[in-house]
């Protein structure tokens, strides 16, 4: 079997996917207010076998269909509840499956070698690396999406032949997953990208809807059980976080953000491949721009037209995505998962392209890389070692770092080791392989394996335990051993906000002070701040004492939080 075969690189883009991701999982306590409140609708469905519209925190229903909720339950059934590895699961296999789907489309309508290079950029672009490892709707979004526009592609090289049904039921999986979006945008994409190919506007209509209907029908059944079962709220909520959220009028701030948000967030996202990007400009001499502009619009359009099928999809793909999700004020940068593979096959070409022509670009690109590296190194060994006392640094910040060294600090194991000298082994070839650069894609590689293992040393061994430091899980247990059964009240000022993290590790029993008939005695759990209205309110019926309070704020909360044992005063 050649090392360039198409057979060779499907299975090490299976083994490179596998190695990063789900070895790390289930590493990093809950941290964040978002993953423990996806997580839990899935404990809803196990606990109370609603599969359609279970509640959750206390009463609310979830914000999203339910495909994801739906996937992490299941995997979790083998462990018999849902852990922090089970609730992720869904988001790294969604990431497994999307980056084989993407070196089996590049490779055979390009090269083997462009195909394998613009899906181990794909895979370790930050934000999709960030998006795999969350217990997060995203990533299984940009699995059905993604997978959609390949198989309408493919439709379209048909000529239109025939019945698309694996894109429907792809495009009804993403519906099932964040709503409309799952149907508009595939069809969008590929509606343009015919319609620049000279396909007459009304045959694209004819031909797509009855796709748009057949794709509708799997949502449209959930749609149907969950009115019935949620009613006005259900719909109030469908219309608010689909169309309200699209045309800005949400009853709630939700990430308004400036257009220019989504240009600096895709360098973040691509990081560190936006770097080289950026230290390429610097290589090429300005021009003056002649012609006028009619000309270089019809120099464009000529360009688009012209453009090979593949370029040109996948152009649109980004651009077309790009700009929908530029239209609502509501924008967070993993809305643009999606044009995360498209972009980085145009990333490869460019890539590809520099270490040919620009391979002063690569030398530079591949020091600054190597000397990070060895940084991130020297801090691992000084900081897992003590070398490092946290009281040199000023008073304010003193306590909290040495929260996190004393984190660090924990005992050489064969795994860190090891990770330690693949990592030196791999800069020895980066600096070795230098004097080869055109010859080959050697440093191109080792490059990309350098950066590879840098995500592996951070994911096993340092993020989990600055995270799990930050986690407010110590806490959740604590109030699980004061308050072993029964239900747990709570007081959150802030609308659409609870106490997630201590609701996921005691096992959805967090209930909503507020909207129960309370009871003569009981706990509760309440912000510092908000601990304020409680008294007022309710001062005079209930004598509160504090049982517990917690070292540090919440991470939702965002406040120092205190469970109270609460009873009526006769």
Known sequence: MRLNSKATLFILVF???????????????????????????????????????????????????????????????????????????????????????????????????????????????????????????????????????????????????????????????????????????????????????????????????????????????????????????????????????????????SHEQSIFYYIYTTLAGFIPWSILVVISLFSFRPKKIKGKPTEWWNYFKNYIKTMDSVRLFSLLSFAVIFVFYCIPKSKRSVYLLPVYPFLAYFLAEYMLWLIQNRSKVWKIFGAFLSILTSLVILIFITLKTGWINPDILPAKYSALASHYITALQTPWNIGSILSLIVLIIVLYHVYKNKRDLTINNRYLYTIVALFFWLQILL????????????????????????????????????????FFIVNFYNDNRVIDFEKENRPETGFLLVGKHDFNFIQEEYGKKYHFEPILISERKGNDVKDIIYLYKFTEIK
């Open 459 to 498: 994911d096993a061994f340092i993020l989990p335990g600055i995270l799990n430091a930050k986690s407010m899980r110590p806490f959740a247990e604590q109030v699980k051993e004061t308050v072993p059964t029964g239900n747990i009240y709570s007081y959150v000022s802030a609308p659409m906000m609870h």
């Open 15 to 253: 083994s490179v996917s596998v190695l990063t991701l789900l070895p790390f999982l289930g590493l990093t306590d809950f941290h964040t207010k978002g993953e423990p409140r996806e997580a839990i609708v899935s404990v809803s469905m196990i606990q109370t076998d609603n599969w359609v519209l279970p509640e959750n925190n206390g009463g609310d229903i979830a914000y999203k269909p339910p495909m994801f909720h739906w996937i992490a339950a299941a995997l979790s059934m083998p462990y018999g509840t849902v852990t922090e590895f089970s609730s992720r699961l869904p988001s790294a296999l969604a990431t497994i499956i999307l980056a084989l789907c993407c070196f089996m489309f590049f490779a055979k309508r390009t090269t083997n070698n462009l195909a394998f290079l613009t899906t181990l950029l794909f895979l370790s672009a930050f934000e999709v690396h960030r998006a795999a490892m969350a217990a997060r709707v995203d990533m299984v979004l940009t699995l059905f999406i993604v997978t959609a526009l390949f198989q309408l592609f493919k439709w379209t090289e048909k000529g239109l032949r025939g019945f698309p049904l694996i894109a429907t039921l792809l495009m009804g999986a993403a519906t099932l997953t964040k709503g409309p979006v799952g149907i508009i945008l595939p069809c969008l994409v590929s509606g343009i990208y015919l319609l620049i190919k000279r396909e007459k506007f009304l045959r694209i209509c004819l031909k797509f809807i009855p796709v748009v209907i057949v794709s509708c029908i799997l949502p449209g059944i959930w749609y149907y059980l969950a009115w019935k079962q949620g009613g006005d709220n259900f719909i109030n909520l469908v219309i608010e976080e689909n169309f309200g959220r699209f045309m800005g009028k949400m009853s709630y701030e």
